[in-house]
């Protein structure tokens, strides 16, 4: 084989659940000395964890400025900044980015794009341009494949997960009927690109690979789980949150953390709220920008309820450090690929309370894995109580269950922990590329 080295292009979607993976990726690619060009606009390249220095002769940060859309709130570049109702229009902007990119493409002639599930428009382009494409699914392979035959009509819309999904779409939809949504730019960027990457390992979801293999008619190459690299030990933010977690007995808090772009109605976090003060354990709650107690300063980093057993903290927080201390007991998510794949790099049990997309068949997936369990929502309306909320707490941290859960996890961890094995994936994946980039053979 070659040993020329590749340049590769990465164009994630404007959402830390998409830019994080994708960074993850295009380091580990640079390790090997490969040249990447990582391509966002500037408010999300600033806000990214920084490189470490031996990766900035390779890996090369490049910002595009977002086009401006007068429906976008000043400074909104990413779905964090974003409410939910505008998002159409920050698809909108980051469609506009097709003509500098196009000239960026035509002047640097990488080896390869890697793009994300938004950009329909790439792998066309891409091709045009005689660079080969690769759709990057930095969702879990069950979900993407639960979504592509849900899209090809080969799974029911009766089935549970899709009655949730629709109805949970209802209510976002927006009145953007002539732009295409999002399962359709899914779809249709993945019908164009030439090669699908899924951040999967074969020991864990192996089943869902070739399913989304079969179904896509495309080769598929799982490229490991991309476990995040280790949290900066000098945050200042990490030592108020390590005294407070402290306080608390091995295993007896719940973390609570349900992303960047999870909104949560006042009915929802009233109800989460009380089912976590039913369950009588302490918890720590990442919550970013809402005002938790009616009129609090927005400015306080956290707050802590009247029993002093609930923490709310309301800026960023170093979530793999949190999970991996020894209080933490169980991990409260939404599900997210990113986030359970962290509680379970540490073995941390999982209680589940999906609210889109592919966090319906990640969960029955990891419920399937006795790993956790989800939140039961009601059939006729979907909606969760304080009451089952409690139940499934309570079940996996103190009922027999836990003891279920948590060897579940743990015995996950040995996979998902395995640096070893992830990077066996990312190097075939490396491998892959170079054997049949443009002009070889």
């Known amino acids: 084989m070659s040993e020329t080295k590749l340049h590769i292009v990465v164009f994630p979607w404007l959402a830390f659940g998409h830019l994080i993976p994708f960074l993850e990726l295009a380091k580990r690619i640079a390790q090997q000395g490969n040249k990447i060009s990582f391509i966002s606009t500037p408010r999300n390249i600033h806000r990214l964890p920084k490189l470490p220095e031996s990766l ?20 909104a570049e990413n779905t964090d900044d974003t409410p939910q109702h505008l998002v159409p229009y920050l698809f909108k902007a980051y469609d506009a980015l097709e003509q500098p990119l196009t ?32 759709f990057f699914c930095s969702f879990a392979a069950c979900g993407s494949s639960f979504g592509l035959e849900l899209i090809m009509g080969k799974k029911s819309m009766e089935s549970s997960e899709a009655k949730l999904l629709r109805a949970v779409h209802k209510r976002k939809e927006v009145d953007q009927s002539s732009k295409p949504k999002e399962l359709n730019r899914f779809f249709e960027t993945l019908k164009g690109a030439q090669v699908i990457a899924t951040r999967s390992c ?27 690299s280790p949290e900066d030990s000098n945050d200042h933010n990490w030592y108020t949150i390590l005294n407070w977690l402290n306080k608390w007995e091995k295993g007896s808090v719940i973390y609570v953390a349900f992303g960047t772009e999870v909104t949560l109605s006042d009915e929802e976090f009233t109800e989460i709220g009380m089912g976590l003060d039913m369950s009588g354990f302490p918890f720590f709650w990442t919550m970013k920008n809402r005002n938790t107690s009616g009129g609090s300063d927005e400015s306080q980093d956290w707050i802590e309820n009247e029993s002093k057993r609930g923490m709310m903290w309301r800026r960023w927080a170093p979530q793999s450090r949190i999970l991996a201390h020894k209080s933490v007991g169980a991990f409260f998510p939404h599900c997210g690929w990113s986030s ?8 941390c049990p999982l209680v589940m309370l999906p609210f889109q997309y592919d966090q319906w ?20 309306d979907f909606k969760f109580t304080r009451d089952s909320m409690a139940k499934a707490l309570t079940s996996v941290m103190v009922e027999e269950e836990r003891k279920c859960y948590r060897s579940g996890a743990q015995e996950m961890s040995k996979i998902v922990g395995d640096k070893q094995l992830q990077e066996k994936y990312v190097n075939q994946f490396v491998d892959y590329m170079k054997m049949n980039r443009p002009g070889y053979n």
Not at 211 to 220: H, I
């Open 361 to 380: 068949p990640i969960a029955k997936f990891m419920e399937e894995k006795k790993v956790g369990l989800k939140v039961h929502r009601h059939e006729h």
């Open 56 to 75: 900035k002769p390779c890996l090369h940060l490049i910002e595009f400025p977002l086009p401006h859309i007068d429906e976008l709130p000043e400074n």
């Open 103 to 134: 000239k960026f493409l035509e002047k640097s002639t990488p080896d390869w794009v890697i793009c994300d599930f938004a950009p329909l428009w790439l792998p066309p382009l891409s091709s045009m341009l005689g660079i080969p494409c690769i």
């Open 340 to 347: 359970v794949i962290e509680g379970l790099q540490v073995g």
């Open 202 to 228: 074969m020991e864990i979801d192996g089943e869902f690979v070739k399913s989304l293999e079969r179904s896509s008619g495309k080769l598929v190459i799982p490229i490991g789980l991309l476990p995040p």
